[in-house]
């Protein structure tokens, strides 16, 4: 599900953009102009697996922006994205 969501996250990322005050490389920042808004429509779960899939690429593409990353797109092993998924699930009980 993941594969199939990341180009989605990817997408509505791309349309609303990220804030960021200020990047390392540059003085500018990054403005966001708008939200990622998810509906349950049948299954929290699958709900909670797109939040998740968009929070993913939010946060490499954040970590990217202040210079704490190489890449924009962060690995599924990658110790960020771990302590993320965590979050997501003490959120979920």
């Known amino acids: 599900m993941l594969s199939t969501l990341g180009p989605v996250a990817k997408a509505c990322l791309e349309r609303t953009g990220l804030f960021c005050a ?14 990622v808004r998810t509906n349950c429509i049948d299954c929290l779960d699958r709900t909670n697996v797109a939040q998740f899939c968009v929070g993913m690429r939010a946060l490499g593409q954040q ?10 797109r962060l ?11 965590e979050l997501f699930e ?4």
């Open 90 to 93: 003490a959120l979920g009980d």
């Open 22 to 35: 200020a990047r390392r490389s540059s003085k500018e920042g990054l403005r966001q102009s708008g939200v």
């Open 63 to 72: 970590l990217h922006a202040m210079g704490l990353g190489d890449r924009a």
């Open 75 to 85: 690995a599924s092993g990658h110790p960020a994205v771990v302590v993320l998924m």
